[in-house]
Antibody, heavy 120, light 109 residues
Framework: EVQLVESGGGLVQPGGSLRLSCAAS????????MNWVRQGPGKGLEWVSI????????SYADSVKGRFTISRDNSKNTLYLQMNSLRAEDTAVYYC?????????????WGQGTLVTVSS | EIVLTQSPGTLSLSPGERATLSCRAS???????LAWYQQKPGQAPRLLIY???SRATGIPDRFSGSGSGTDFTLTISRLEPEDFAVYYC??????????FGGGTKVEIK
């Protein structure tokens, strides 16, 4: 059974940093591109970032480029999101999501999410 | 960036009724690379439809997707109590720059 479990969320001051983790199990982690998707309070879904299976290729939404860094450790089956220079508008539930087995960029499994609150 | 506009924002229907949700793209979505998700309060989204019309594993056949180019539709033939939720469309034709629609809430009338 595929499982994705996020952790690392919490309350952080504007300008601060936070690192999110997503522990994966139930599939060959290194074979799949992984994503972060966020959802602000009462808002819709926003794609944040993607990393290829071997970690060699990444892409970011314009809203986080230069501030967030996605990475992965395939030996630990874990995905990360390093978030720096956080702003109030980064407040959201952050989900990790697995790319579909077809290889196309939609998501067949999601974690339960971790809440990041940026506030003084 | 492809912008997806979903309508209506809220759909008020009774169990057993048919629901028709629209997703319109600002430019053509290549190869009908469009997916639909369902999200219930406090839960992660669940994949319903991909490739505009293919049902994901385990999704009941009352859910169907159609459309191409810039206009896509999610239809729920007969609403069950568990179908009242928010639905999002997502395009992946311009991957990896992925975008979601703003969502349609299907609520009990």
């Amino acid at each position: 059974e595929v499982q994705l479990v996020e952790s690392g969320g919490g309350l952080v001051q504007p300008g601060g940093s936070l690192r999110l983790s997503c522990a994966a199990s139930g599939f060959t982690f290194s074979s799949y591109a992984m994503n972060w998707v966020r959802q602000g309070p009462g808002k819709g879904l926003e794609w944040v970032s993607i990393i290829s299976g071997n970690g060699g290729s990444t892409s970011y939404a314009d809203s986080v480029k230069g501030r967030f860094t996605i990475s992965r450790d395939n030996s630990k089956n874990t995905l990360y999101l390093q978030m720096n220079s956080l702003r109030a508008e980064d407040t959201a539930v952050y989900y990790c999501a697995k790319r579909h087995i077809s290889g196309y960029y939609f998501f067949d499994y999601w974690g339960q999410g971790t809440l990041v609150t940026v506030s003084s | 960036e492809i912008v997806l506009t979903q309508s209506p924002g809220t759909l008020s229907l009774s169990p057993g009724e048919r629901a028709t949700l629209s997703c319109r793209a600002s430019q053509s979505v290549s190869s009908s690379y469009l997916a639909w998700y369902q999200q219930k309060p406090g839960q992660a989204p669940r994949l319903l439809i991909y490739g505009a019309s293919s049902r994901a594993t385990g999704i009941p056949d009352r859910f169907s997707g159609s459309g191409s180019g810039t206009d896509f539709t999610l239809t729920i033939s007969r609403l069950e109590p568990e179908d009242f939720a928010v639905y999002y469309c997502q395009q992946y034709g311009s991957s990896p720059r992925l975008t979601f629609g703003g969502g349609t809430k299907v609520e009990i009338k």
